[in-house]
């Protein structure tokens, strides 16, 4: 496409984006999302704010619907929220804890109501009664009841596994520790938010003052703080609330409705918000939203938005869910807050990748009931106001160290500059000097030339690779990071320690830390902090290690491109760590090997991910550090379910008119019962369900020899023919 604008790219419209342009701009959101996933939460030091984080997954999703192939395996839409804390014990949600997609005008809940009906089959005539609730700005949490007492309270962490706070839980008030009232289920687990209100929050942080302590940033801060305590009483001590906005596993749903389950809620003793309502419109429902605006300072506890729901459980059902949120709910989200503040000092920030990121200390500001401290700047372009080119660039400035400035933030302690107060600009300002050297390790700095945008990257890093201690380090951290290799007690201090006193330089020297300590090699037990038991602890966790899923040892390998979803695709393809390590020698030689191409078919994956692993495995010296790794972990095959399903691990492709259920709900099945709908066929296809009207993919299943049924064998086969 010749050489390409990229700042012009990302100021073009979506629905004028051609086919190779909407690729390269997911490949750069996904990045880009990832690395401020990473700081958020991993590092707990957001760079960016809520408003602006939103606007980059907005356009990557308005990308992703209008060219749903080229959806990339490590694309924020599948990803959900953090991994959890140190110090408590990790659980499994039964029933996943996903998010909800976000809209931000009056235009785009009207999209999702055209979405609904469309994936149901209503007419636009048909009513949809939705719940309409506020969204509490607060800590997610899971409460399991059984026979109505309650077992077990769970913080979301990353929607799959979160942090057992059973404990600090029981301390708060609203939190019933046994359900009373009619039908109640064997199993219920009850979602809600855990929130402080703002009354408490303020007289907390005053509390904080006085005894010398840093104040929190805001009452979301304050209650996830307070219920992660490892005493749980000074969990009790803070004036901790709980509101009911869901359910996950339930043994017997006695309501029918949305709205029905809050009445049992109530009944039972859960605390359900009394300003939920229930409507027939769109109208009505934005009517909603604009009273909860005007509501919204008056109230003690953060609201950022209100949720839709759809009320009928059945349709809930048939909706079900899409990547990472489900499609019978939908969050709209409140317009940002502004104030006005001065910039402090510029800091550089070296991430694992080498990028050097650009933060701005701003002089704290109570922006809508926080205190905001920092602001990303994003890259050297965006405080010059200019490109590499020498054109202006969208959204940045002329941004000094001294100046003025007006910052937003919507729901987010890293709020955005969105003007400079160029009056009050100090006399002596002067234009900030972006480092040519890394001011870590003290490497170049450099823009790398993009050969797919056709000119220099944003983006400056650090050429120290693996001798920058800061990206050193970074990917040990990721290595032994909870979703990796998840080492119990060789966190993120230890992993600093155990690197400055050279202990550890590669992954495959930390299942050798045990056998070097009884030599004398090192001396673990001469640093601060490291006594008999708990070093006895330290070799007991990585010895727990020295079996490991396929899944999490792809990804502790920190592959660009390569995130958690990847992983399992990959592990759940390939099944074993010789079948993916003998693939993964045939894509280093060639890009267009056979391999290859077995990757690019399948859904979900693609060339970027072939162009990443190819430069990956093409490195000896990453063969090296994975020989070396084997030589001290076992990679334990993929496990397939006891209890598989007809099209467990099978490849599914549909054809032509589907008349029992429309095609959204038919792949969605699919994927439910454990395989994968697939839009084209290959020979990797397993089976084809071909309807009338079928055409060319019916004529190449025919071709390839491939297993081909109708619908109504198709549901007999799934067993919904009765």
Known sequence: M??????????????ELTREEAAIELERLAKEIAEHD???????????????????????????ARFPDLIRPDSPSRRVGAPPAEGFRKVRHAVPMLSLKDAFSDEEVYEWDRRVRRFLGLSEDEVIRCTAEPKFDGLSCSLRYEHGALVLAATRGNGYEGEDVTANARTIRDIPQRLHGPDIPEVLEIRGEVYMPISSFMKLNEEQQKKGQKPFANPRNAAAGSLRQLDPKVTAERNLRFYCWG???VSSMPAKTQAEFYDYCRRWGVPVSDLIELHDSIPALLDYHARMLERRPDLDFDIDGVVYKVNRFDWQERLGFVQRAPRWAIAHKFPAHRGITVLEDIQIHVGRTGALT?????????????IVSRVSLHNEDYIKGIGADGRPIRGGKDIRIGDTVVVERAG?????????ILEKRPPDAKPYQFPTRCPVCGSKAVREFNPRTGRLDAVRRCTGGLYCPAQVVERLKHFVSKRAFDIEGLGEK???????HKFIRTPADIFTLEEREKKGEICIHCLEGWGEKKIENLFRAINARRRIALDRFIYALGIRHVGEVTSRLLARHYRTIEAFLAAMREIARDRESEAAQEIDSIDGLGPVVVEALHNFFNEEH??????QLLEEVTVEPEEVPAEQSPLA?????????LEHMTRDEAKDLVERLGGHAANSVSRKTDLVVAGPGAGSKLKKAQELGIRIISEEEFLKLVGLDS
């Open 412 to 420: 987010d302690v890293i709020p955005q500059i969105v003007d400079v």
């Open 247 to 249: 359910f996950g596993e």
């Open 38 to 64: 990473y700081h958020y939460y991993v590092e707990n030091a957001p760079v960016i704010t809520d408003a602006e984080y939103d606007a980059l997954r907005r356009r990557n999703e308005a990308i992703e």
């Open 649 to 657: 691990g099978k490849t599914v492709v549909f054809t032509g008119r």
């Open 494 to 500: 230890a992993i600093e320690q155990f690197f400055d």
């Open 358 to 370: 650009p933060v701005g200390i701003l002089e704290p500001v109570n922006i809508g009931g926080v």
């Open 622 to 627: 990453n063969w090296q550090v994975i020989n």
């Open 2 to 15: 010749g050489v390409l604008d990229y700042d012009a790219l990302r100021r073009k419209p979506v629905e």
